[in-house]
Nanobody
Framework: VQLQAFGGGLVQAGGSLRLSCAAS????????MGWFRQAPGKEREFVAA????????DYVDSVRGRFTISRDNARNTVDLQMDSLKPEDTANYYC????????????????WGQGTLVTVSS
């Protein structure tokens, strides 16, 4: 499985960006897709996850209400719409895939993509 994330860039505080992640090598059926981020000097943290059906989501408190995760299983993609961005959202963002038959968004993920850098200026 290969995951490729793209869509990062430089944006002013209050602006929006949309990250996308394309999966290849298998279909996204029966998987949890997630986004993580790692800011300079900090540990990687969970940002958001979406269930196989797309109907169930989970967000870290700091982004809830501002970020929206979605997936398109037909296209093998998962997106992260980021609105009302803040300077503290600056980080490398990674998409990840978890092979799971149950809803366990905070558990270990099996596959990771490369990061895409998001920089939010104040």
């Amino acid at each position: 499985v290969q995951l490729q994330a793209f869509g990062g860039g430089l944006v002013q505080a209050g602006g929006s960006l949309r990250l996308s992640c394309a999966a290849s090598g298998r279909t996204l059926g029966r998987t949890i897709m997630g986004w993580f981020r790692q800011a300079p000097g900090k540990e990687r943290e969970f940002v958001a996850a979406v269930s196989w059906s797309g109907r169930t989501t989970d967000y870290v408190d700091s982004v809830r209400g501002r970020f929206t995760i979605s997936r398109d299983n037909a296209r093998n993609t998962v997106d992260l719409q980021m609105d009302s961005l803040k300077p503290e959202d600056t980080a490398n963002y990674y998409c990840a895939l978890q092979l799971s038959m149950t809803w366990t968004p905070r558990n270990v993920y099996n596959y990771w993509g490369q990061g895409t850098l998001v920089t939010v200026s104040s």
